[in-house]
């Protein structure tokens, strides 16, 4: 059984920056991939991003040079470093953990970007 954890989220003015972090626990596995998605009100559900053990990262084009996804294995965490927030990128934010064709999500956390 897999556990993930996510904290950081909260309230930032456009232009500002935050961290999310997720930490998983449990049963895991060497090989898998973290990442994040996000679902704004009213809107489905998109991948952020997401990271391989290995390091391989993928972005959604609207984050793309303003979010960095980076991961520290010995510690099963992920990490969403969110520059350049803008409205639109106000979401609950889940992370996810995928392996051995398992996928586990986290309880989600909100990210608000408002004046």
Not at 45 to 58: E, K, P, Q
Not at 84 to 109: F, I, K, M
Request: one cysteine or more; hydrophobic letters at 30%.
């Amino acid at each position: 059984q897999v556990q993930l954890v996510e904290s950081g989220g909260g309230l930032v003015q456009p232009g500002g920056s935050l961290r999310l972090s997720c930490a998983a626990s449990g049963n895991i596995f060497s090989s898998n991939t973290m990442g994040w998605y996000r679902q704004a009100p009213g809107k489905q559900r998109d991948l952020v991003a997401a990271i391989t053990n290995g390091g391989s990262t993928r972005y959604a084009d609207s984050v793309k040079a303003r979010f960095t996804i980076f991961r520290a294995n010995a510690k099963n965490t992920v990490y969403l470093q969110m520059n350049s927030l803008r409205p639109e990128d106000t979401a609950v934010y889940s992370c996810y953990l995928d392996q051995c064709g398992s996928h586990t999500w986290g309880q989600g956390t909100q990210v608000t970007v408002s004046s």
